[in-house]
Every structure is written in structure tokens, then in C-alpha cells.
């Protein structure tokens, strides 16, 4: 029996769970960090919690005698990532990772692009707008330093304590995101920017569709950099990937 940690978190860490547990020979544990107090049913055993760092996750790959480490974490992620990295390499377990790419711009749509959550904030300006931020709850704090815009916060979990800011919206809602609802949100709202992560696939693509279809700026936030491990961007080659890492040497030819 082969053991598997997957870090997930997204929706392709769940599919790619359940994947590879249907095979036969294989034993998956899939990690959530708990940031989410509800998260999607995943199908297979989980662990929720930290580690530690990566002293910690290494101890713990170790321990659990883990023959794989899959990274399936957010791309926006980069600490776990980097901590993933340095475990496996301590530990001396193989690790592999799933990149979802990025989205690339379109014609049509009016993107500002910046490296953080304070370069978002910025990039409002001081006159007063209609802002959308489409980012996770722990992020939004920030734009309490700009108090003079109009907010629409959409998070998975609610925001707590709420925004010291005169004027905000909150609503509660799970991805997939259609396009046309998107649209609607934004009209809605007379939403004048989207604030975004460039966080890739298709489950929340709709609001930059949507925007671009209505002429909407999108301050997108910039990708961090990520450890250089393999890795595979769908979960069918990463599937693929780790057959060829689990299977027996002689079977490789080796």
C-alpha cells in the first residue's frame, strides 16, 4: 500500500483525491489547512490543521511512512507551497505539484495588474467607487485604509468582525460562477472594479468575463512565486505523473 498526502484546499485537489483513491494499492489522506469552517465534501479521509511548518510536515511525513507528497494547495498559497518543498526534501519524500494556470488577459478587458492586496487598495484611488472584492475573507481587512468606497464582499465563510468601513455588502455564496450571474451581480451593484486574485479555471471566471463584457477595470493581483518542483496543470496529467513515480522501478525500465 502506497501513501499519499495531497495538500488541498481546491476543488482539483478533491477531484484528484478521489481519483487516485479509486485505485487499487494506493491510501490517500487529503489535508485541509481549515481556513474554510464548512469545506465541500471530499470523499476521502482528511487531516485539518496545520503542520507546523515544514519541520513539522516533514515529521509528519516521516511518521506516516508517506511515499508521495502532492501539493494541490491555491496558487496564492506560497508559504505552504514553499513549505511542502523544503519538507519533502527533508524528509526525502517525492513531491509533485498541481499549477493550475493562470488566466491571461483578453481583448476587451481593462486590467490593472499588481503584486499585493495593499497594491489593490492603491490602486482604487482616493475618489469614491463601486468596488467588488472577489478575494478570500482574510484578505479584506486591508481595504478598511480606503473607507470612502462602496464594498461588495462575496466570501464562502462570513466576515468577522465585519469591515470598519461606512458602507459595505456581504454575501455568502460557493463557486462555480456563471458568467451571466456575474453579470447580473455586477449591474446590480453598479459595480465600477472588480477586485481579483488571478487565481485560475473556470469556477470563478465569470466575474472576468462578466466584466469584460461590461467594460468593468479589473485590479487583478498578481500570481507570488512559487518553489520549482514537477508538476502537472490538470488533474488527469497529474494523475498520470504519479503513476509513473509510484510504479515499480523495473516496470519504468529502470
Do not use: C
Amino acid at each position: 500500500m502506497k501513501n499519499i498526502l495531497i495538500l488541498g484546499g481546491t476543488t482539483e485537489a478533491r477531484q484528484l483525491a478521489g481519483k487516485l483513491a479509486a485505485r487499487a494499492g494506493l491510501s490517500v489522506t487529503l489535508s485541509l489547512a481549515g481556513r474554510t469552517e464548512n469545506p465541500a465534501a471530499q470523499g476521502v479521509p482528511i487531516r485539518i490543521g496545520g503542520f507546523g511548518g515544514a519541520d513539522g510536515l516533514a515529521a509528519y511525513l516521516q511518521e506516516t511512512t508517506t511515499d508521495l507528497l502532492i501539493d494541490a494547495t491555491h496558487p496564492y498559497a506560497a508559504q505552504i507551497s514553499a513549505n511542502a518543498a523544503e519538507a519533502a526534501r527533508r524528509s526525502d519524500v517525492p513531491i509533485v505539484a498541481l499549477r493550475r494556470p493562470g488566466w491571461m488577459p483578453a481583448e476587451g478587458d481593462r486590467w490593472t495588474l499588481v503584486d499585493t492586496v495593499a497594491g489593490a487598495v492603491k490602486a482604487l484611488g482616493s475618489a469614491p467607487r463601486h468596488v467588488f472584492l472577489a478575494l478570500g475573507r482574510q484578505e479584506v481587512t486591508a481595504f478598511e485604509a480606503a473607507p470612502q468606497h462602496h464594498y461588495l464582499i462575496r466570501s464562502v465563510d462570513p466576515v468577522e468582525p465585519r469591515l470598519g468601513v461606512p458602507d459595505a455588502t456581504y454575501l455568502l455564496a460557493r463557486g462555480p460562477f456563471l458568467e451571466s450571474d456575474e453579470n447580473a451581480l455586477l449591474r446590480q451593484h453598479h459595480i465600477d472594479v472588480v477586485v481579483s486574485k488571478n487565481s485560475g479555471g473556470e469556477a470563478t471566471y465569470g466575474k472576468i468575463a462578466a466584466a469584460r463584457a461590461l467594460g468593468t477595470e479589473v485590479v487583478m493581483i498578481r500570481r507570488p512565486a512559487l518553489p520549482d518542483v514537477a508538476s502537472a496543470e490538470t488533474v488527469e496529467a497529474l494523475a498520470v505523473m504519479v503513476d509513473h513515480l509510484l510504479e515499480p522501478a523495473a516496470e519504468r525500465g529502470v
